[in-house]
DNA sequence: AGAGGTGGTG
DNA sequence: CATGCACCACCTCT
């Protein structure tokens, strides 16, 4: 690889004047591909703050001193910045887009993220993150050096910056045009250009939607907390007392005090207690295992876990990421933390924030700001559509299309029953059977685990004989869905990846013939490879559906945002006096993105308008 | 610091 | 022989 520059000598131009920034543009306006970066006092763009943005050639580095130009109030450098026609590379582009936009109101366009590139290009083989310094050292061999980086966190308005933290800024940029040619070329041996593109377009989308964030009813979620930590409480005083006469002695410490006889988290001594002391020999401290344990000590235990599991995963640590600026909850969303193409999201994790229950309300405490709704839609058994779509199978799109009880459909096929409309209410140990038989195949389940399964659902024991059968009933009852399922797995072994009809791909590391553990590494490679299409493909969708959705939050200037995604559902915040409209139109385009890839099975939105998260 | 167990979501 | 896909948070223990 030969570059353009010399890294310990990096060319480079300050511009801290109003008549060097008309200059720089002479000569940038001129490229059709440049690199961007910024520099900044933190990770956070709402308290943190900018210092610099640079902009590159191959050749050389314009530095644009932000604390000394007002770059915001500049119509030839945001137009720059904003072109639709000049490629920006950036290395986590959203992070750079989020400052620029939050300090100067430009919004970066058409992006080339050389770190989502990475990601798109090692699905399942390669790693969540990748640093700039990791790719520049794999596709040019050259060690950067990021010591500096750090420096920039004490700059404040008036620091003078020296010539060690501006090589190390034009660096950035420069070297990022080899990084960037070679992934061109990977993204299009592997037919990933469109992939490639969605990320890319995607990415603005979640910068908007971290900005964003969502507000959370800070007192309401408290009082749920409290409430559940003094049930859990509860539990874990009748577990003490539950098996003292377990114990020869009990543990006063040296005030008087009663002390815990064991530590409930501790499965090491839950493990003792249940088969040293109790004699029931138990193999896990699970929930299923304990289910099945006939004594009131696993009862209790039970009951404290449901309580302690809600307090520890949901309970202060939420509240404390709310925002001192916006008084919001910003989540980190990785829109390529999964190997299939689903987001991930932490920091904190609201995807799995628990469902509501009778008893528990968690996500009754996210609400608009006053004046405005939430506007939820997700996807109706968008999965089980995908399945269809590809499977071709005849029955299952009939029955998807014709507004069927799709597991009381699969019920009736399966048992040789008549479908009615009451099916549910006449047949529901047949449904009940039929459903997770549905998931589980997707997921290239077997007849154990579907015994297993079943007997979670029903409460009743199932043989593996069971499970058999029913998985011969569910697949003759769709033949095509067999046949899919196993020519999906079988390509995989053979090609080492599978893919998306929108192209994106998952690569497997392939056994070799004499592993001693080849047959367990291939059918974990099977099952995998029967998920990946209709995993990916939903989130394929509901990423087309989130750039589709932002764009019309633009073209048709509506007062709102896009404030969540969860795997199948778009939620956003959007003003009062336009919410339904709007609701209509999020599921419209929600819809037309599902169309890009389901051409044979309808597809279902139903928007929600309130005033809390879920419906 | 990292692994393993447990359990929340789609 | 093992036996369901994709995650993240919290806890304990080494």
Same mark, same amino acid.
């Given at each position: 690889m030969e570059l353009r520059f010399d890294p310990e000598n990096p060319r480079y131009e300050y511009i801290v004047q109003e008549d060097q920034l008309h200059t720089a543009l002479e000569f940038l306006e001129k490229e059709k591909v440049v690199a961007v970066d910024v520099e900044a006092t933190s990770l956070d763009p709402i308290t943190g703050y900018l210092i610099i943005i640079q902009i590159a050639t191959p050749h050389i580095s314009y530095i644009f001193d932000v604390r000394k130009i007002d770059v915001s109030d500049n119509e030839r450098f945001k137009k720059f910045l904003e072109n639709k026609k000049i490629i920006k590379i950036l290395h986590n582009g959203k992070f750079d887009y989020k400052y620029i936009k939050a300090k100067t109101g430009i919004e970066l366009d058409n992006i080339f993220d050389t770190m989502l590139t990475e990601a798109v290009l090692n699905s399942g083989v390669g790693k969540a993150y990748y640093s700039l310094k990791d790719l520049v050292k794999k596709y040019t061999g050259i060690e950067l050096k990021k010591e500096v980086r750090g420096t920039f966190e004490r700059v404040t308005a008036k620091t003078k910056l020296d010539e060690s933290q501006l090589k190390y800024a034009a660096v950035d940029t420069l070297i990022m045009f080899p990084v960037f040619e070679a992934q061109l070329e990977q993204l299009r041996n592997n037919g990933l250009i469109n992939i490639g593109k969605l990320e890319?377009?995607?990415?603005?989308?979640?910068?908007?939607?971290? @900005?964003?964030?969502?507000?959370?009813?800070? &007192?309401?979620?408290?009082?749920? !907390?409290?409430?559940?930590?003094?049930?859990?409480?509860?539990?874990?005083?009748?577990?003490?007392?539950?098996?003292?006469?377990?114990?020869?002695?009990?543990?006063?410490?040296?005030?008087?005090?009663?002390?815990? =006889?064991?530590? @409930?988290?501790?499965?090491?001594?839950?493990?003792?207690?249940?088969?040293?002391?109790?004699?029931?020999?138990?193999?896990?401290?699970?929930?299923? !295992? =304990?289910?099945?344990?006939?004594?009131?000590?696993?009862?209790?235990?039970?009951?404290?876990?449901?309580?302690?599991?809600?307090?520890?995963?949901?309970?202060?640590?939420?509240?404390?990421?709310?925002?001192?600026?916006?008084?919001?909850?910003?989540? &980190?969303?990785?829109?390529?933390?999964?190997?299939?193409?689903?987001?991930?999201?932490?920091?904190?994790?609201?995807?799995?924030?628990?469902?509501?229950?009778?008893?528990?309300?968690?996500?009754?405490?996210?609400?608009?700001?006053?004046?405005?709704?939430?506007?939820?839609?997700?996807?109706?058994?968008? &999965? @089980?559509?995908?399945?269809?779509?590809?499977?071709?199978?005849?029955? @299952? !799109?009939?029955?998807?299309?014709?507004?069927?009880?799709?597991?009381?459909?699969?019920?009736?096929l399966m048992f040789g029953k008549e479908y009615t409309d009451d099916f549910k209410k006449k047949y529901p140990d047949l449904r009940q059977i039929a459903k997770p038989i549905g998931f589980g195949l997707m997921y290239g389940m077997g007849p154990v685990g579907l015994a297993g399964r079943l007997e979670l659902e029903t409460n009743r024991k199932f043989t593996k004989e069971e499970g058999e059968d029913y998985m011969n009933r569910y697949f003759s009852s769709y033949p095509g869905v067999r046949a899919y399922l196993d020519k999906v797995a079988k390509e995989a072994v053979r090609n080492g990846w599978s893919i998306t009809p929108a192209g994106r791909k998952r690569w497997y590391h392939k056994p070799e013939r004499d592993d001693p553990e080849f047959r367990r590494k291939q059918a974990q490679i099977e099952r995998e490879a029967k998920n990946h299409p209709i995993q990916g493909t939903n989130a394929d969708a509901i990423k087309y559906a989130l750039v589709f959705i932002q764009e019309r939050i633009k073209k048709d200037k509506v007062d709102g945002e896009i404030t969540l995604t969860v795997h199948d559902e778009i939620v956003t915040e959007v003003r009062e006096d336009q919410a339904q409209d709007w609701a209509e139109v999020q599921s419209e385009e929600m819809v037309r993105a599902a169309k890009l890839f389901i051409k044979n099975v309808q597809i279902r939105s139903d928007p929600f308008v309130g005033d809390e998260w879920e419906h």
């Open positions: 890319f377009a995607v990415t603005r989308v979640v910068g908007n939607m971290e @900005m964003a964030g969502i507000y959370i009813n800070k &007192e309401k979620w408290s009082s749920i !907390i409290k409430n559940l930590g003094e049930k859990r409480d509860i539990y874990a005083k009748q577990f003490q007392e539950a098996i003292k006469p377990y114990f020869v002695a009990s543990s006063i410490d040296l005030f008087g005090n009663h002390t815990d =006889l064991i530590n @409930m988290n501790s499965q090491v001594q839950l493990m003792d207690l249940f088969n040293n002391r109790l004699k029931l020999n138990i193999p896990s401290t699970g929930d299923a !295992i =304990l289910a099945g344990t006939d004594h009131p000590v696993a009862k209790i235990l039970r009951d404290y876990r449901a309580y302690e599991k809600l307090v520890s995963a949901f309970g202060d640590s939420l509240l404390q990421k709310i925002n001192p600026k916006t008084g919001r909850i910003h989540p &980190e969303f990785n829109q390529l933390g999964t190997a299939t193409g689903r987001f991930s999201c932490n920091n904190p994790n609201l995807q799995q924030i628990p469902r509501n229950s009778e008893e528990v309300q968690f996500r009754t405490c996210f609400n608009p700001r006053p004046g405005y709704k939430l506007v939820v839609a997700d996807y109706s058994n968008f &999965e @089980m559509r995908i399945l269809a779509e590809f499977s071709k199978d005849a029955k @299952m !799109i009939s029955a998807l299309n014709s507004g069927l009880d799709i597991h009381s459909y699969t019920a009736s």
